[in-house]
């Protein structure tokens, strides 16, 4: 049973800075993919970053420069590090890891439950 437990999320004024972590727990053999997305009210879900396993991040037009994504293999944890946030960013956050539970299975799509994330004027 994999889960993902989302932290970090919360309400924040206009400026402000919050850190998303997601702690990946259960039969995991190795993780590939990981990032997160968003989803505001009335919108589609989207693409926020994703980082690679060279560390590389990729992020989407409307956050970069502002956030930072990382990820800690030993931990099997994922964060998003949200600086200079905008009321546009409120949304609710999803931790998304693509992974496998043997060295020859296929890799699967795995999401959190979601974090709030509210911007405040």
């Known amino acids: 049973q994999v889960q993902l437990v989302e932290s970090g999320g919360g309400l924040v004024q206009a400026g402000g800075s919050l850190r998303l972590s997601c702690a990946v727990s259960?039969?995991?053999?190795?993780?590939?993919?990981m990032g997160w997305y968003r989803q505001a009210p009335g919108r589609q879900r989207e693409l926020v970053a994703i980082i690679t396993t060279d560390y590389r991040g990729n992020y989407a037009d409307s956050v970069k420069g502002r956030f930072t994504i990382s990820r800690d293999n030993t931990k099997n944890t994922v964060y998003l590090q949200m600086n200079s946030l905008k009321q546009e960013d409120t949304a609710v956050y999803y931790c998304y890891i693509r992974g496998r539970s043997g060295r020859y299975t296929s890799f699967d799509d795995y999401w959190g439950q979601g974090t709030q994330v509210t911007v405040s004027s």
């Open positions: 259960g039969s995991i053999f190795s993780l590939n993919g």
